[in-house]
């Protein structure tokens, strides 16, 4: 419900951007600039699916809608040869799966506000037809080979833990809600909250509809991916199923599961995660990508071949990146992975004696706020490629790849809503850290009318993770930021993916550190390119970038003010609060806190704040469950006693993940701290 009273505790529209010394269009006059309301009309493509004969492309549109705060999903249709679209027609439709064959496509739909069902549409007669009458929203579709069955999985609530027995109420008194008991390991999870007691397990149903069979059973997650066979007998799926798996939740392998009696065979045995598996078109291999885990902040996914029955597994690609979403060449020869190479998501093709080849190059897709590396592929039977492609100043659309690697892209979702607005533009900058003299990746966005002959205030933005990266593409945020004057750097310190696991493991048990001194070369970059105002500098990030910005602030007084988005503040209290609590100690630290309390002190931003005199704003969603709010609000208590400029901004209903999902917050988290930089800005 789109709530405009209750969206922030400090909201102030476009008054930001008049302060930030831009001038405010009238509202009935078309304005040039990108700018708030533009924000709920964003459009983007996502699981684009290429039919097996590679004419016709489906893929999930998302359409911002003003009226819901939200965006609308419908599957569409492309066709290759021509870019005619056509919707599928069912409204709140997503993740589309072509039939073996390409005369039907599988997708989930909700209808008439009931749980989402498995859809069938036959591409001949234009018919849909619901297949599932499940209780739970299914996941993780899969066609068999014969295209009889689609499998599935599915979540199966579960008793729970039970201390004592209620007594009876009378009848018509009003009591307050019963008691909740927790008993299980994993209890919350950020986006979802307090977890039902339950369990996800296989299901399959007829492709004609019918009954769902459930498969797997037991205290177990079963189908972190899911695939089927060769020969359409059974189902290959990811699931942990370890003598502690919800401790140790990182260890899971690839199982075989019989799609009549639900027997399960295991077919990797290795300590780490197994997952992805993906059949050769004769099925005799299984692809699938994992790694040997050694415990380390960040390991990166390897591919991976076995024989059908699990024998003779072997690492095919040896490239120190991280390898995702293995797919089959129609001719079994080669294996197609996605992966990240400094900032930007590339497709490559691996043949079976292991040499890889890039295929195509500037993908995008995902979160529209910041410039997260992204984007979705998939293989059609001929080895046509479609991809989502986009950069600085487009988010994605559906493109093809050409025979050249070159991307012809097939939609302009954002066309007629960019007609006639100049964007910020993104531009590489190559930076070389005070610290060791580490190269390190970073861009520039610069404002609309940029003038080379000006300064300008700058805004440094910093990602979160750490274990992730930035990339030349949409940020909705940095877009606005630049409208409202200001040239925003971003940029991927030590600690980032996509340049390999030393690159990332610099900051191993010592996060955070000399990634501080990569951001200030990045800012000290910035500066010597000329465009920068040296007394006019703000910083601000989410996740573990609001931890950076804590730490910044912490170590150095050179910029005007701050704002700690969703940080972390102290170790100790994070490590048992946040959701993924039985895993972030053990990778990120070796120790618990009460073993070694003078690491989880020193790496803390909590332990520098008598050092602070910047005002910091902190920002915080307030259902977030990684990051938790009492976080955000140690940082805001500490910096009030010291009577250090502070403001504590709480974003109702959002989570950690979903911070900026809302277009309504966004806007508002984007013009509060517009506000709270102008409210320091040098005139």
Do not use: C
């Amino acid at each position: 419900m789109f709530r405009p009273a209750m969206m922030l505790s400090l909201l102030v529209g476009s008054a930001a951007v008049a302060q930030a010394g831009q001038p405010v269009a009238d509202a009935t006059t078309p304005s040039h600039r990108f700018g708030p309301r533009d924000v709920f009309s964003l459009s983007q493509a996502s699981d684009v699916q290429i039919s097996p004969d590679g004419k016709r492309i489906a893929y999930t549109r998302a359409t911002g809608d003003i009226m819901i705060d939200g965006d609308r999903n419908e599957v569409w249709l492309v066709d290759v040869a021509s870019g005619q679209q056509t919707p599928l027609g069912v409204a709140g439709s997503s993740r589309p799966r072509w039939s073996p064959d390409g005369t039907r496509l599988a997708f989930s739909a909700r209808a008439d506000g009931q749980k989402p069902q498995i859809y069938v549409r036959w591409l001949a007669t234009g018919t849909n037809a619901a297949i599932t009458t499940v209780p739970e929203a299914p996941s993780d579709m899969a066609w068999s080979p014969d295209g009889r069955k689609i499998g599935f999985t599915m979540f199966v609530p579960g008793e729970g833990e039970k201390l004592g027995a209620p007594i009876a109420k009378p009848e018509g008194a009003k009591w307050a809600e019963p008691l909740k008991i927790i008993g299980q390991v994993r209890y919350r999870a950020d986006g979802a909250g307090y977890l039902r007691p339950g369990y996800r397990h296989v299901f399959t149903v007829s492709a004609d509809g019918g009954a769902a069979r459930q498969l797997t059973f037991g205290p177990y997650d079963d189908g972190r991916s899911i695939a089927w066979a060769g020969n359409s007998r059974s189902l290959l799926v990811s699931a942990n199923r370890g003598k502690d798996p919800e401790r140790d939740a990182q260890n899971s392998d690839i199982f075989s599961v019989d799609a009549e009696s639900g027997a399960l065979r295991q077919l990797t045995t290795r300590y780490g995660p197994d997952e992805q598996p993906a059949t050769s078109p004769d099925g005799r291999l299984i692809a699938f990508v994992g790694y040997d885990d050694k415990l380390l902040g960040n390991q990166s996914n390897r591919l991976s071949v076995m024989n059908a029955d699990g024998s003779n597994a072997r690492v095919l690609a040896t490239i120190d990146r991280d390898l995702g979403d293995p797919q089959w060449s129609g001719d079994g020869k080669s294996i197609f992975v996605s992966y990240a190479d400094h900032g930007v998501t590339k497709v490559a093709r691996v043949t079976l004696d292991g040499h890889m080849t890039n295929v195509a190059s500037g993908l995008a897709s995902g979160e529209l706020d910041r410039p997260y590396s992204s984007g979705d592929y998939s293989v059609s039977k001929s080895g046509a490629v479609a991809v989502t492609a986009g950069d600085g100043t487009h988010p994605g659309d559906v493109a093809i790849v050409g025979r050249g690697g070159e991307l012809r892209r097939l939609t302009n979702l954002n066309r007629d809503l960019f007609e006639g607005k100049t964007l910020g533009q993104v531009k590489p900058m190559a930076v070389t850290s005070s610290a060791g003299g580490l190269p390190i990746d970073a861009w520039m966005v610069t404002p609309p009318d940029f003038d080379p002959n000006r300064k300008y205030p700058m805004i440094l933005e910093i990602h979160g993770g750490p274990f992730s990266s930035y990339g030349p593409v949409w940020s909705t945020d940095d877009q606005l930021y630049a409208a409202a004057g200001y040239i925003v750097v971003y940029a991927n310190p030590r600690g980032s993916t996509s340049y390999g696991e030393e690159f990332a493991n610099r900051i191993h048990h010592n996060y955070p550190s000399e990634d501080y001194d990569d951001l200030m070369s990045v800012v000290d970059a910035a500066i010597a390119g000329g465009h920068v105002d040296p007394n006019a500098l703000f910083v601000t990030g989410g996740s573990g970038g609001g931890l950076l910005t804590a730490w910044i602030v912490g170590k150095t007084d050179r910029f005007k003010a701050a704002v700690s988005q969703k940080p972390v503040i102290n170790w100790t209290s994070e490590v048992l609060t946040t959701d993924g609590y039985t895993t972030m100690a053990k990778y990120w630290f070796g120790k618990m806190p009460w073993e070694d309390q003078e690491q989880y002190w020193r790496r803390s931003p909590l332990s520098l704040v008598g050092n602070v005199k910047t005002p910091t704003a902190v920002m915080v969603g307030e259902e977030d469950h990684r990051t938790p709010p009492g976080e955000a609000e140690q940082f805001y208590a500490a910096l009030q006693i010291r009577s250090v400029p502070t403001t504590l901004i709480r974003v109702p209903g959002a989570s950690h993940g979903g911070l900026a999902d809302r277009p309504s917050q966004l806007v508002g988290e984007n013009a509060a701290i517009l506000a709270w930089f102008d409210r320091y800005r040098p005139r």
